[in-house]
């Protein structure tokens, strides 16, 4: 889709010329979220605005589909590609819905159209079209003016969208919900997307792979999985961070280790003392009280003893995490926090479906460092 051959850009002459990037080379595929990461100066942006021509390549080519961007016009050139930047650059004298629309009204889109496009947009944002449509920029929040960007960048509907640090500006809060957000987009309209960051978190979360830049120069170019598990040298190795093993677990979904067949399932309807005998002759430290297929949480020997009720009535809710869409770090977090090493699994509607457990990670994590040394070994 985007493939970029020997790019070298040089800024100034003689002395004073400056190498911004030395011989790029890569391919970002067609529906792909492709991250630029880097320290400041690495060259990621300059490699962002030479793809629209904002800047000029010295050598080398870039080209979309085949066809080098030297000879596409410039302005028909930025009209294919949706623009997203961390300014978001709203115009304050005009609505929301105005705003949405600029680039379609350049390209002489109907009225119709146009409406039915900002609206089509404004849900897909999360943003009401019949509140925000006609409200101004200035009455919205950081986040909401971000989503209006992203909306704005997709308004003609481009094969394109280049995204610079889009969310850089937003509160962690927010740019978290924004980010899983435009994630949920993503799969549905899979646009070709060059996403600046110099966030590793980010990266890892938004990229279908990663391109890390030092110096001008690409160091490495990967899925997320392979950059953490293989960097190429120690300044990849340093830029991720000690932590990698933990950001592998970002990666990775409860899916992949769910237990489907715990075996200390307690309904709970059941006698507390029914219940009690069950986990001791069993062995079991607690028990998993699940009622019309939904869990509500556990109980340990210690709650039941005494009681001659329902298991109902003492059970202890912990947080239970769905199939598809938890991250393996996100379970961690929630057992360090609660002392518990053991949690739920849900499916979409949240019926039962499993246990996610401490152990269950630590193997994953293990299995992921030991089938890349083992494709190390292939390779040598």
Same mark, same amino acid.
């Given at each position: 889709?985007?493939?970029?051959?020997?790019?070298?850009?040089?800024?100034?002459?003689?002395? @004073?010329?400056?190498? /911004?990037? !030395?011989? %790029? =080379?890569?391919?970002?595929?067609?529906? #792909?979220?492709?991250?630029?990461?880097?320290?400041?100066?690495?060259?990621?942006?300059?490699?962002?605005?030479?793809?629209?021509?904002?800047?000029?390549?010295?050598?080398?080519?870039?080209?979309?589909?085949?066809?080098?961007?030297?000879?596409?016009?410039?302005?028909?050139?930025?009209?294919?590609?949706?623009?997203?930047?961390?300014?978001?650059?709203?115009?304050?004298?005009?609505?929301?819905?105005?705003?949405?629309?600029?680039?379609?009204?350049?390209?002489?889109?109907?009225?119709?159209?146009?409406?039915?496009?900002?609206?089509?947009?404004?849900?897909?944002?999360?943003?009401?079209?019949?509140?925000?449509?006609?409200?101004?920029?200035?009455?919205?929040?950081?986040?909401?003016?971000?989503?209006?960007?992203?909306?704005?960048?997709?308004?003609?509907?481009?094969?394109?969208?280049?995204?610079? @640090?889009?969310?850089? /500006?937003? !509160?962690? %809060? =927010?740019?978290?919900?924004?980010?899983? #957000?435009?994630?949920?987009?993503?799969?549905?309209?899979?646009?070709?997307?060059?996403?600046?960051?110099?966030?590793?978190?980010?990266?890892?979360?938004?990229?279908?792979?990663?391109?890390?830049?030092?110096?001008?120069?690409?160091?490495?170019?990967?899925?997320?999985?392979?950059?953490?598990?293989?960097?190429?040298?120690?300044?990849?190795?340093?830029?991720?961070?000690?932590?990698?093993?933990?950001?592998?677990?970002?990666?990775?979904?409860?899916?992949?280790?769910?237990?489907?067949?715990?075996?200390?399932?307690?309904?709970?309807?059941?006698?507390?003392?029914?219940?009690?005998?069950?986990?001791?002759?069993?062995?079991?430290?607690?028990?998993?009280?699940?009622?019309?297929?939904?869990?509500?949480?556990?109980?340990?020997?210690?709650?039941?003893?005494?009681?001659?009720?329902?298991?109902?009535?003492?059970?202890?809710?912990?947080?239970?995490?769905?199939?598809?869409?938890?991250?393996?770090?996100?379970?961690?977090?929630?057992?360090?926090?609660?002392?518990?090493?053991?949690?739920?699994?849900?499916?979409?509607?949240?019926?039962?479906?499993?246990?996610?457990?401490?152990?269950?990670?630590?193997?994953?994590?293990?299995?992921?460092?030991?089938?890349?040394?083992?494709?190390?070994?292939?390779?040598?």
């Amino acid at each position: 889709m985007i493939k970029y051959d020997s790019v070298t850009k040089i800024f100034g002459v003689g002395k @004073e010329a400056v190498t /911004a990037l !030395d011989n %790029i =080379n890569f391919t970002i595929k067609k529906g #792909e979220i492709v991250v630029f990461l880097g320290p400041s100066g690495c060259g990621k942006t300059t490699t962002m605005r030479l793809t629209n021509k904002l800047d000029t390549i010295t050598r080398g080519s870039i080209s979309i589909n085949g066809e080098s961007i030297a000879e596409i016009n410039e302005v028909k050139l930025r009209q294919r590609m949706g623009y997203v930047i961390q300014e978001i650059g709203l115009f304050p004298n005009k609505t929301i819905a105005q705003n949405i629309a600029v680039v379609p009204r350049l390209l002489g889109w109907p009225r119709h159209k146009i409406n039915n496009r900002v609206d089509e947009l404004l849900h897909m944002t999360n943003l009401e079209p019949g509140l925000y449509r006609n409200r101004y920029p200035a009455e919205l929040s950081g986040g909401q003016q971000q989503r209006v960007g992203v909306a704005r960048g997709l308004a003609a509907d481009p094969e394109i969208m280049l995204m610079d @640090e889009p969310f850089g /500006a937003i !509160d962690p %809060i =927010n740019r978290e919900q924004i980010q899983d #957000e435009f994630l949920r987009v993503q799969s549905k309209i899979k646009k070709t997307i060059a996403f600046v960051s110099h966030d590793i978190h980010e990266a890892i979360k938004m990229g279908d792979k990663i391109a890390l830049f030092d110096n001008g120069k690409l160091i490495q170019y990967d899925v997320p999985e392979v950059i953490l598990t293989r960097p190429k040298n120690k300044f990849v190795a340093d830029f991720v961070g000690a932590d990698r093993a933990l950001k592998v677990l970002g990666l990775m979904r409860v899916s992949e280790v769910t237990n489907f067949k715990p075996q200390n399932i307690i309904a709970g309807t059941d006698n507390a003392q029914t219940a009690h005998k069950f986990l001791e002759e069993n062995d079991f430290r607690y028990g998993i009280v699940v009622d019309n297929n939904k869990p509500l949480g556990y109980v340990t020997l210690k709650n039941l003893k005494y009681e001659n009720g329902l298991v109902i009535d003492v059970v202890e809710n912990y947080p239970h995490f769905e199939e598809k869409s938890s991250s393996l770090r996100d379970v961690l977090s929630y057992m360090l926090m609660h002392t518990l090493m053991t949690f739920c699994v849900v499916d979409d509607n949240g019926d039962f479906i499993g246990t996610v457990s401490y152990n269950d990670i630590q193997r994953a994590v293990k299995k992921s460092y030991s089938d890349e040394a083992e494709k190390d070994w292939k390779e040598v």
